[in-house]
């Protein structure tokens, strides 16, 4: 296979950096932690470019980790092996991401072919996403020090028909050192005709891997999204934050009577029309009787909550809220009012699933923030499940840890 716009991706030099860090970095790493920050570097024999190795010693000058090289970025380098020595080339690529692939062996099913293949930190890949839509991946980078081994994988999946590649808002700030890669750049010689359509559960999603948000589709709440599946039948059900529909066509097809979407993006709320008319084949879809609304999800709230309109189940499953440590109580504090607004519109004996993202909001601290906002409403909550992380999205490391869920009788 070729990738034409590779073709003039330059190689690193093959001379490696040499590292010394502070103690305290060097216990992160031994216990496995994969990010080396810039501000615990001692020393360093030169300066390197994006994607260049850096082999770090320990005080007593012996091999401590060996990891990619990034100027660009306060992770300085991320750990690609630690402990014991490796020689990182193709054939340590391909056997990773092999390994990765193979975990995930188990959901690639025919009522499947939407998951994530590689998770970066979790998956020894630090600051490499590889997602599958059916023929489609979409390779993300948060770091630009993977470009000059693009090559290498992509060859890795050689039977898919389409890669495209994007990369985190942080990496796109680094135009100078994307080497003229562009966010969306098609690898493959082909480019996908339209909508690429995937399937979940034997639930059918069109995603747009170039311009969608993440790589095109929350692959992470696909259990969950399992789990309203078989609480929906017969029920009403609110969905807000739903992108594209992902938990909204879920409870259709588990028999929801009706099921009402809410989106601050139209491009999503658009596509929530359009994945309906994908699973129009399924007579609970057809049954369903179905609401989108392009709107603020807290304005939407308190307006519904003003009409006194009121749902069976309601979804919460907001953006991620605390981008940094500051910002943890905020979004705590957005958690409550988020529970208190969707209870507003809950029925007496209803269930709230509500979801959090925010890696720096620990599962307990959320966990218990969803019962003080209940209890505040006197709506004590009863639960069901707390849910985490699939198959596809391991976790190796305390920031792996992002996602939990709630499901509650209110
Ligand atoms: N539940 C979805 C994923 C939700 S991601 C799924 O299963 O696919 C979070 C969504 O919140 C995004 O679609 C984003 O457009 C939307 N969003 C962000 N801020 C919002 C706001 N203030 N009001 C409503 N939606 C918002």
Redesign the pocket.
């Given at each position: 296979m070729t990738f034409p716009a590779l073709s003039n991706i330059t190689r690193p030099s093959a001379q490696k950096i040499v590292l010394r860090v502070s103690a305290n970095a060097e216990k992160n790493i031994r216990r496995g932690h994969p990010w080396v920050f810039e501000k615990s570097i001692l020393k360093q024999s030169r300066h390197g470019a994006p994607g260049e190795l850096a082999i770090l010693f320990d005080a007593k000058r012996e091999f401590l980790a060996i990891g990619l090289y990034d100027p660009t970025s306060p992770i300085r380098v991320r750990i690609l092996q630690s402990g014991k020595p490796a020689v990182i080339n193709s054939n340590w690529l391909q056997e990773k991401i092999h390994t990765a692939s193979a975990l995930r062996q188990p959901l690639n099913a025919p009522h499947t072919n939407g998951y994530r293949l590689v998770h970066g930190e979790n998956d020894g890949l630090p600051g490499l996403v590889v997602d599958r839509y059916a023929d489609a991946l979409v390779v993300k980078l948060y770091t630009p020090a993977w470009i000059p081994y693009l090559k290498e994988i992509c060859g890795a999946f050689p039977s898919y028909k389409y890669i495209v590649l994007r990369f985190s808002r942080s990496a796109q700030k680094q135009t100078a050192a994307l080497q003229g890669l562009a966010d969306g750049s098609m690898l493959t010689s082909h480019t996908p005709p339209g909508a690429i359509l995937f399937k979940e559960n034997g639930i059918i999603f069109e995603c747009d891997p170039i311009n969608g948000?993440k790589t095109g589709?929350?692959l992470d709440?696909r259990e969950n999204?399992e789990r309203i599946r078989n609480l929906s039948q017969h029920k009403t059900v609110l969905n807000v934050?739903?992108?594209?529909g992902?938990?909204s066509l879920y409870a259709a097809a588990g028999g929801a009577k009706a099921v009402t979407s809410?989106?601050?993006?139209l491009p999503?709320t658009q596509a929530v029309l359009r994945n309906i008319k994908h699973n129009q084949r399924l007579p609970e879809v057809r049954a369903t009787k179905f609401e989108t609304l392009t709107e603020?999800?807290?304005k939407a709230l308190t307006e519904m909550k003003a009409s006194g309109r009121k749902f069976d189940l309601v979804i919460l499953?907001?953006?991620m809220f605390a981008q940094n440590q500051m910002q943890v109580e905020a979004a705590l504090s957005a958690y409550r009012r988020l529970t208190q607004l969707g209870l507003s519109v809950l029925k007496s004996g209803g269930i709230l699933a509500q979801a959090s993202c925010s890696s720096r909001v620990s599962a307990e601290r959320f966990f218990e923030s969803i019962h003080q906002a209940a209890q505040a409403a006197r709506r004590p909550l009863q639960e069901i499940q707390r849910t985490g992380h699939a198959l596809d999205h391991p976790i190796a490391f305390k920031e792996g840890a992002y996602l939990k869920c709630l499901f509650a009788i209110a």
């Open positions: 948000q589709f929350f709440q999204r934050f739903s992108y594209t992902g938990f809410v989106d601050l993006s999503a603020d999800a807290f499953d907001p953006p």
